[in-house]
């Protein structure tokens, strides 16, 4: 490597004790007024600075129990939003980069969303929305208002289910890979579900299931053929991927599972395995020097989630000095309401 290039590394190793020392001197100061709160996907600088760290659904659990009066989420937005709906009034809900979106959270516009549920709705038969998480506040608070909820990917089957015995059928949205997957682990075959044409006006057929045709670019990045390459290269070896993955690509794993899922899965694995993990780099990467040399810990593919990365260690520095003026992630009270309803469905079918 070129000395500059050396020069170049030390340079900003120095620059980031000094961001790491900082965020700790702040958090000290800030005490137990501030709980920090960071998703599995966080870059390590920013997972290092994290009183907690969790997938979606331990993140939303964990809300209702803080007594700090700034939560810092290190995620993205619609994490900061639920987070903000599960607060209790006075506590102050920031994420360190508000332009940190998710995808699969914006293929799935809430005026767009309410036009598909009216449109099923009106032809008589019950539809029910059920929406993934990863979805606005204005999707929630409509799930709430037409007696739907919300699910992860931790609990899908079990609110699909809960979703299926509400009505005449259930619309799953935005995620049409997490929907296939999660009927077929249901037991519910392809001919009783169909993914709804945005582009016409959707027909309440005698479907128990429709599914909103969004998906995650970044899971859907791994195909069937890398899935093939590692079965021929390593056959040893086990697979685990995210329900976020196409459904050809779930079918040739030994396992899917959420965030913290894949985490137990590689716990869970003897000294001397090998599980190649097929989800955002950051946690295989964590989990590959965690668990290394005595388990051995790769990716399926290097998918990189751009927004994850948009929060760093130096935005959460400048984030907790400016914390009483930074902007709070707001959700208006009709729409905080309405999406409460459907985030507490879900904690009380889950508990
Ligand atoms: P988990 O719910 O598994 O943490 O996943 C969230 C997510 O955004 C996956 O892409
Ligand atoms: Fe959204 Fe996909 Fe990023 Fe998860 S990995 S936050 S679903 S874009």
């Known amino acids: ?14 620059t980031s004790q000094e961001t790491d020392s900082r965020i700790e001197r702040l958090r000290a100061e800030h ?11 966080q870059q390590d600088e920013v997972v290092a600075h994290a009183d907690y760290c969790g997938d979606s659904l331990e993140l939303a659990r964990k809300i209702p129990n803080l007594q700090a009066e700034w939560i810092v989420m290190c995620g993205v937005y619609f994490m900061a939003e639920s987070a903000a709906i599960l607060a209790a009034s006075g506590q102050k809900v920031s994420i360190p980069d508000q332009n940190a979106g998710c995808v699969l959270s914006n293929m799935a516009p809430a005026w767009l969303v309410e036009r598909k549920v009216r449109e099923l709705n009106d032809q008589g038969r019950r539809i029910i929305p059920l929406a993934y998480v990863n979805t606005s506040a204005a999707v929630k608070a409509l799930c709430g208002r037409y007696g739907g909820s919300v699910c992860t990917s931790a609990n899908a089957a079990t609110m699909l289910d809960w979703a299926l015995q509400q009505g005449d059928g259930v619309v799953f949205l935005p995620d049409k890979n997490l929907g296939r997957n999660t009927a077929k682990a249901l037991g519910i075959a392809a001919q009783d579900y169909e993914i709804l044409d945005l582009r016409s006006p959707a027909r309440a057929s005698r479907s128990r299931l429709f599914l909103w045709p969004g998906l995650c670019t970044v899971h859907n990045l791994i195909k069937p053929r890398h899935m093939e390459h590692i079965r021929q290269a390593d056959p040893r070896a086990r697979i685990i991927v995210h329900p976020e993955c196409m459904p050809d690509v779930v079918d040739m794993a030994d396992a899917s599972g959420s965030t913290s899922g894949i985490i137990r899965y590689v716990q869970e694995a003897r000294p001397g395995d090998t599980i190649y993990v097929g989800t955002e780099i950051n ?3 964590r989990l590959a020097r965690e668990f290394g040399p005595a388990k051995t810990i790769r990716p399926v593919l290097d998918t990189a ?32 309401q309405d999406a409460l309803l459907a985030l507490e469905r879900m904690l009380e079918v889950c508990r």
Request: hydrophobic share 45%; aromatic share 2%; charged share 20%.
């Open 283 to 285: 946690l295989v990467q």
């Open 305 to 336: 989630c751009s927004n994850m990365a948009k929060v760093t260690a130096p935005k959460l520095a400048e984030h907790l000095d400016a914390i009483a003026a930074v902007p709070k992630v707001g959700v208006g009270p009709e729409v905080r």
């Open 1 to 14: 490597m070129p000395e500059s290039c050396l020069g170049v590394q030390e340079v900003s190793e120095v």
């Open 31 to 41: 005490g137990s007024r501030l709980a920090v709160l960071a998703h599995h996907y």
